[in-house]
Antibody
Framework: QVQLVESGGGVVQPGRSLRLSCAAS????????MYWVRQAPGKGLEWVAA???????EYADSVKGRFTISRDNSKKTLYLQMNSLRSDDTAVYYC???????????WGQGTHVTVSA | QSALTQPASVSGSPGQSITISCTGT?????????VSWYQQQPGKAPKIILY???NRPSGISNHFSGSKSGNTASLTISGLQPEDEADYYC??????????FGTGTKVTVL
């Protein structure tokens, strides 16, 4: 069965960096696009970034230039490098697997990121 | 890209039907049929319940149904059950290979 396990969250000061990881199993990782979606405390879902199976990337305007999505197909792992973190980046970050390039079909349990001085 | 517009809350009694609307623009919902809906139970990760406007993934109850007209998509829950109490989010594929979520709707079973 598809499993997505995020890690790397924590408390970080504004302006610092953090890297999230998502370990995937139960499917052929290198044939699927992957995404990061976040949810600020008490708020709705927000798409953050996407990476295709062949490593084309897209970003939400709110994180473009600060966040970098990447993948290591040999390790079946998705990453999100977050730089210049701000308080409004505080959220639960979910790793999700694609279906047909248009849908978030499977979700991890999420990892918490808190940006605070 | 602005979030799609959903009502903040919808409620109904067990057995009733409720409908949640999701309004976007001609650049997202109105441009294609790549609309999906997600259910999020308290403290849990979201789960996809509809894709391609009205298709249900395997294992999803047929009391969830979807439709679309112009720039507005809708989720209908027929025969409301206590376990349907959750937050619901719509999503649309958008221009530039981006995605936009709805503002979310809290469903309360009275």
């Amino acid at each position: 069965q598809v499993q997505l396990v995020e890690s790397g969250g924590g408390v970080v000061q504004p302006g610092r960096s953090l890297r999230l990881s998502c370990a995937a199993s139960g499917f052929t990782f290198n044939t699927y696009a992957m995404y990061w979606v976040r949810q600020a405390p008490g708020k709705g879902l927000e798409w953050v970034a996407a990476i295709s199976f062949d490593e084309n990337t897209e970003y939400a305007d709110s994180v473009k230039g600060r966040f970098t999505i990447s993948r290591d197909n040999s390790k079946k792992t998705l990453y999100l490098q977050m730089n210049s973190l701000r308080s409004d980046d505080t959220a639960v970050y979910y790793c999700t697997r694609d279906y047909r390039g248009k849908y978030f079909f499977y979700w991890g349990q999420g990892t918490h990121v808190t940006v605070s001085a | 890209q602005s979030a799609l517009t959903q009502p903040a809350s919808v409620s109904g009694s067990p057995g009733q039907s409720i409908t949640i609307s999701c309004t976007g623009t001609s650049s997202d919902i109105g441009a294609h049929n790549y609309v999906s809906w997600y259910q999020q139970q308290p403290g849990k990760a979201p789960k996809i319940i509809l894709y391609d406007v009205s298709n249900r993934p395997s294992g999803i109850s047929n009391h969830f149904s979807g439709s679309k007209s112009g720039n507005t998509a809708s989720l209908t829950i027929s025969g409301l059950q206590p376990e349907d109490e959750a937050d619901y989010y719509c999503n649309s594929y958008s221009t530039g290979n981006h995605f936009v979520f709805g503002t979310g709707t809290k469903v309360t079973v009275l």
